[in-house]
């Protein structure tokens, strides 16, 4: 017996460590690495059509026979302001052709999105044991088809506030994301400014009123910071930015390198890409989108504007035009495979048990 | 023999623990009930008289044998832009009469600020052991001074950066501020955003390059929290927020009152006060002086033309128009002196050798 049986027992694993859902960057490799490992992985599939929900999770099946988890994205679809597309996608346009990274334009009267409410049935047909989301809660019709499949559920909380609604939805763990977590923020509160509250603040916070486990995310990367996490009474660490630079990553070489090599100030928070806002490595397309007096639409409108320009940018491994989502706290652990630097941040924090 | 013996002889203290200095909150019998408690007690005198610097610091003398800290503000002094300067009183004053918060006006031609320079023959004279700084370095000719008198040096870092240029420097410890903490941004390297580093990213990475005691701050304020700074690898925690509700602090009630109800998004980065990013519990003063159109004039200028108004707020107990700094994270411990705080917090820290 040890503190943490209770969490590793109900979601089936053998260390309380989950690799992030990263949208772009995770694999079923990625997920199927961690699950071999007896760590949860966890299959980002938000936004994905039905078709690639089911290939995604069918290729990790293959990969594993462990349970992982698969993370939906639960926000509500926002209408397209036509106009405002236009102006963005004009001047996106004008952006590839200044810097050799043209690429189709969207239609963008037919543009369309898929919801997380089509990929649900998928998850349980396939028996999903685990279901994550973020951007927000599924409405009660979804989320009650999820309980009563039996998956265990995660949300994701950015402030006290946002887990306290969550726990009132009866989720069954709350991720706490920390201000220093690298990617999208999973905050869906409007009512107030964006939090940006550090996991050591948060952490705490969210345990003192909730009687149910806590993941800690943000700034973890190594043994210590594991063990920091454990002190302050999480019951479990979600691990990202330390997984990018991976054999088993889609991220482009220069992605890889730049992360690598990242320190604390490098990345900032924001909306150019998505439209959400996300924490990356500044580069010059940030850059660019915040002085172009345009205003990114929302997500995931902006998301699927700058779509083609990022793939085109990925192809020519260009870091400068595409998203180089990262936390604070760069990789620390210098090891090609997703497998093996787990097992080194298990070593680093004597949990081999 | 234990992890934290070399910190504590070199600051010839007990325990770890540092009381941070914060201007308008700590009185000497603050300091004195942590000196003599076993932790580093620091006297803040950031921006004051030389008179006033030699009777705080006599009168803690008078309340301990102990060795404290003293705590400069190191920045550089600019020049007065009248015109704004008139513009930002004209519109306070305006908002002291809508309020009944009516304070005398400045004299703008007038306005002088002391600088560290005025005051650090006195903390030599006085044989202050220990002398931290925030918001710079202090000059080249007044550090070696200051080292000559054979005072430990701390100085305070809010990015890698920084921390790297202190070392340089040849501080013998680095203050690692988060985001988390209340009061002012220690920041003082000005081509790089402001710094929004959690103290999870912060402190490792600092250590990870300088051999020297890092001492972390932000979001700690009870034994788990302790626990969590010193598995991350931190020599010792600076808790400041924790000490605010307190009978030795000069905070007023309505301040107190606030910040032991307070929650992690509660408070925000504001200039409103003082012209540098501080953290501070929202309220009506800032968001008035944030949609005023008028931008905050340049630390210690704003600083002094919204002093005669914050204390008004203060002589009435109104905390809408008075600077209610705060953390991320609120006091957990509910004692009423700093002394009953501080031991409580070695206990649950099991510091207690």
């Known amino acids: 017996m040890n503190r943490f049986d209770s969490i590793t027992q109900k979601l089936q694993i053998q260390y309380p460590i989950v690799q992030a859902p990263m949208l772009g960057v995770t694999t079923p490799e990625m997920v199927a690495a961690i699950a071999n490992e007896g760590g949860l992985g966890s299959l980002p599939v938000g936004g994905l059509s039905p078709e690639k929900t089911t290939e995604l999770i069918q290729k990790t099946k293959q990969l594993t026979q462990r349970p992982f988890a698969v993370n939906l994205f639960a926000h509500a679809i926002p209408e397209v302001d036509l106009a405002k597309a236009s102006q ?7 952006l590839g052709k200044k810097y050799g990274l043209e690429f189709p334009e969207l239609h963008l009267e037919t543009l369309s999105f898929y919801s997380y409410k089509t990929q649900i049935d998928i998850l349980i047909a396939e028996q999903i044991p685990i279901v994550s989301f973020t ?25 006290l506030e946002e ?121 010059q ?7 172009s007096g345009f205003t990114p639409l929302p997500y995931p409108i902006q998301n699927s504007l700058t779509t083609a320009l990022r793939q085109k ?12 989502w990262s936390g604070q706290s760069a990789p620390k652990i210098h090891l090609p495979d997703c497998a093996a630097i787990f097992r080194e941040l298990i070593r680093q924090a004597e949990l081999t048990y």
């Open 88 to 94: 963005m996608q004009d001047f996106l346009v004008g």
């Open 163 to 283: 887990a306290l609604l969550l726990d009132q939805k009866g989720v069954d763990m709350i991720t706490a994301q920390g201000i220093e977590a690298g990617g999208h923020r999973g905050t869906f509160l409007e009512t107030i400014p964006l939090p940006q509250v550090g996991v050591m603040a948060l952490v705490p916070q969210i345990m003192n009123r909730i009687g149910k486990p806590v993941l800690a995310s943000g700034a973890i990367n190594d043994g210590k910071t594991i063990k920091a996490a454990f002190a302050m009474g999480a019951s479990a660490v979600q691990i990202g930015t330390a997984f990018i630079a991976t054999t088993e990553s889609l991220a482009i070489p220069a992605y890889q390198q730049a992360v690598l090599t990242a320190k604390d100030t490098d990345s900032q928070l924001t909306l150019a890409f998505s439209g959400r806002w996300a924490r990356g490595l500044q580069n």
């Open 313 to 324: 940018a990925q192809q020519l491994n260009k870091g400068d035009f595409t998203n180089l």
């Open 285 to 291: 397309f940030m850059t660019e989108v915040e002085h």
């Open 135 to 159: 951007f927000g809660i599924p409405d009660d019709e979804w989320l009650q088809k999820l309980k009563a499949s039996g998956a265990i559920l995660i949300g994701t909380a950015t402030c």
